[in-house]
């Protein structure tokens, strides 16, 4: 997927463009059209198999579509409903299997829930300034993750250079604080008991900045795996300085080289069971 050029726009110059987010087990791709609006988003979990989500717009330049295609076929159409300026149903089509997403928004205009005809459901309890501190995931009703974050460093987060999406619609639980968290602990229900799979040290934190502040490099250590958790972020059309890093830092590390991940949940649900029903829909 090649990259676009600095756009023509004024209007648009130096406004940064996410094009690549990398991190152990979860490579992802964005891509942008002539209004500089995300029109492509591919996911790569290490299977060889991308997600490829295509986005379209209206005319005051709200999502309005998207399209999700799995080993080059469409298995997926979701229709976005906006009230005013705030995104607050998906109506989703996965492979004839049709639900929603109604979200709730605070009087900030910040998304607080989202609740699916599916069975799913997530909260999400915000700071003063914006960002995200704990998201819950439920299924009917009994909860299945909480996310707890901390943000001990001003920075921009890399996710709200993908222009065009008010937050990551293909995940569950991807919202986009204002800064990049300092650290990240996920506890799922481990058969009705709380268990810690995921624990980013803030302390371990540390940060590249590139253009306008927005982060570069993002260096975790997870106290769970005793390992190194890495993110890398590239963007486009942010001016001559696009990657420049300075860097700001904390103490570092000397972890483990093993790298994992953090939970990821998909809309979609699992590859495996997407794989199953492509070989059902084949055999007829």
Known sequence: MQKLQALPDAALQSQCQLT???????????????KGLADEWRMHFGDGIPQVYTMAYD???????????????LIA??????TGNLLTNEHWNLLGFEFDYVNTYDNRGQRIKAEGTDGFSTTTKWSPIGNAEQTDIFLNGVILQRGEYTFNQPNKNPYLAIRGLPYGFPLLNLTFSKWWETSEKVTINDGGSPLVV???????????????NYITEANHFDVVS??????????????AANNDPARISGSQSQASPRK??????????SSELVNKQLQQRHKK
Not at 24 to 31: A, K
Not at 77 to 82: E, H, S, V
Not at 198 to 212: A, K, V
Request: net charge negative; proline share 3%; glycine share 6%.
């Open 20 to 34: 690549e987010l990398n991190t152990p087990g979860f490579y992802n791709q964005f891509h942008y059209n002539e």
């Open 260 to 269: 994992v991940g953090r939970p990821v949940i998909l809309k979609m649900g």
């Open 226 to 239: 005793n390992s190194n958790i890495d993110y890398t972020f590239e963007y486009q059309n942010c001016g």
């Open 77 to 82: 159409t979701i229709n976005f409903i906006w």
């Open 59 to 73: 005319n005051n330049n709200k999502l309005s579509q998207a399209w999700l295609h799995y080993q080059d076929e």
């Open 198 to 212: 995921f624990d980013l040290d803030h302390s371990q934190t540390d940060f590249q900045f590139g253009f306008q």
